[in-house]
């Protein structure tokens, strides 16, 4: 089954840990982002990649980093920078098509989340 | 103003009634929309994408209007499967790039 997966759905760390949540995905999509929500909240970007081995930064990046090393893979380090860390991670992907600048449209669809408490 | 502003709700709406949902958006070079629908304590699916001209998909409506910046979503004989958070997305542009820019959304309860 093509989909996007993100493990874990519960994780629970101590403050001044860095943690390190997964997104893969098996449905070719070139672009991948990452979001937090937190409750009563919308949806905020934190990074994105278009490409392998490129990423942005979005609107809320700082405490956070990224890697791109696989067109599958999109993993997200919450550092121990970040002030309020505990939150809903979400992470999406968009497949190819004419939308966008690098080919990828702006249809995303989502993983399931991470949910992530910071004791 | 705010990128994407929705009322946050709650519609209570009774089984088989019309509800309708509005979002503004302040980026007037946005050219993607969409509609997700939210279910509690789960990742958003995309309900519709929203075209000028209007498009419709089975009990679901959605409308844009350019000029006023304005986005609706008309649900017609609702279910009490439908109860959802409603999410109003526009894509804008940073540097060449387009990324999506979500609403807070719009809680609908349907009840029996």
């Known amino acids: 089954d093509g989909g996007i997966t993100q493990s874990p759905k519960y994780l629970f760390r101590k403050e001044g840990q860095n943690v390190t949540l997964s997104c893969e995905q098996n449905l070719n999509h070139d672009a991948m982002y990452w979001y937090r929500q937190d409750p009563g909240q919308g949806l905020r970007l934190i990074y994105y990649?278009?490409?392998?081995?490129?990423?942005q930064k979005g609107d809320i990046a700082e405490g956070y980093s990224v890697s791109r090393e696989k067109k599958e893979s999109f993993p997200l380090t919450v550092t121990s920078a970040q002030k309020n860390p505990t939150a809903f991670y979400l992470c999406?992907?968009?497949?190819?098509?004419?939308?966008?600048?690098?080919?990828?449209?702006?249809?995303?669809?989502f993983g399931p989340g991470t949910r992530l408490t910071v004791l | 103003r705010k990128e994407v502003e929705q009322d946050p709700g709650p519609f209570n709406v009774p089984e088989g009634a019309t509800v309708a949902f509005n979002c503004t958006y302040s980026n007037s070079a946005s050219q993607s929309f969409f509609w997700y629908r939210q279910d509690c304590r789960k990742e958003p699916k995309l309900l519709m994408s929203?075209?000028?001209s209007g498009n419709e998909d089975g009990r679901f409506t959605a409308q844009l209007n350019r000029a006023s910046q304005y986005i609706s979503l008309l649900i017609r004989d609702s279910k009490l499967s439908d109860s959802a958070t409603y999410l109003c997305?526009?894509?804008?542009?940073?540097?060449?790039?387009?990324?999506?820019?979500f609403g807070k959304g719009t809680m609908l309860l349907v009840s029996p």
């Open positions: 990649s278009q490409i392998v081995n490129d990423f």
């Open positions: 999406a992907s968009s497949p190819p098509g004419a939308g966008g600048p690098f080919g990828s449209t702006d249809t995303q669809y």
């Open positions: 929203v075209y000028s």
């Open positions: 997305v526009v894509n804008r542009l940073n540097s060449g790039y387009s990324t999506l820019t």
